[in-house]
């Protein structure tokens, strides 16, 4: 199993530009989430999934959208990038049907965006 | 979901027990204390998880204390690569969030040779 994946691992965007950041898991898992990292901060939630085709907001959503067409796949958007958006990005994905397990979180490598 | 409070940061030195705490004073009685850390740059790992018994895994030890308010994380033999954030986090299993977790700033786990 490859676990968490993230695409792409960097990327350099100027203000006002758009682009969507791809999340893929491969463990039959129902939850995914969306995290930003600012440098010598804790992880802060701006969207999650608990199922195909559902979406909600987390706590910091604004300027970004997110979609889950399939179970495997979520992605996160931003349509017209802003320097406060400088950031690294982590994916995640949880629970899983078949064993009931809520209790872990599996975290992508991160994408690291940096916007001028 | 409750607050946590940990140190900014603490030392250890490589092979002994590197002990961090957590207190958690506001915890409700449906919410799990979850420890999960982070190396450098790389994504946060699950380390271990406990409602109000003391837990053990491969990776490490929960101490949770009888009243829940507080607990200890307990790596009993620290190595380099232990080097990392630890967070401590509190939440229910399920609830309106389904499973997010609220992420502070952690303690910045130094282990030195």
């Known amino acids: 199993n490859a676990g968490v994946t993230q695409t792409p691992k960097f990327r350099v965007l100027k203000t006002g530009q758009s682009m969507t950041l791809l999340c893929a898991q491969d463990m039959n898992h129902e939850y995914m989430y969306w995290y930003r990292q600012d440098p010598g901060m804790g992880l802060r939630l701006i969207h999650y999934s608990v199922g195909e085709g559902t979406t909600a907001k987390g706590e910091v959503p604004d300027g970004y959208n997110v979609s889950r067409l399939k179970k495997q796949n979520f992605l996160l958007g931003l349509e017209s990038a802003a320097p406060s958006q400088t950031s690294v990005y982590f994916c995640?994905?949880?629970?899983?049907?078949?064993?009931?397990?809520?209790?872990?979180?599996?975290f992508g490598p991160g994408t690291r965006l940096t916007v001028t | 979901d409750a607050k946590t409070t940990q140190p900014t940061s603490m030392d250890c030195a490589e092979g002994r027990a590197a002990n961090l705490p957590c207190n958690h004073s506001?915890?409700?009685?449906?919410?799990?204390v979850y420890w999960y850390r982070q190396i450098h740059s790389q994504g946060p790992q699950y380390i271990i998880h406990?409602?109000?018994n003391n837990e053990t895994n491969e990776m490490a030890s929960l101490i949770i204390t009888e009243d829940r308010k507080s607990s200890t994380l307990i790596l009993p033999h620290a190595t380099l690569r232990d080097t990392a954030v630890y967070y401590c986090?509190?939440?229910?299993?399920?609830?309106?969030?389904?499973?997010?977790?609220?992420f502070g700033k952690g303690t910045k786990l130094s282990v030195k040779p």
């Open positions: 406990g409602l109000k």
């Open positions: 995640a994905s949880s629970y899983s049907r078949r064993t009931g397990q809520a209790y872990e979180q599996y």
């Open positions: 506001t915890i409700s009685g449906n919410e799990y």
């Open positions: 986090i509190v939440r229910a299993i399920y609830g309106g969030s389904q499973g997010n977790l609220i």
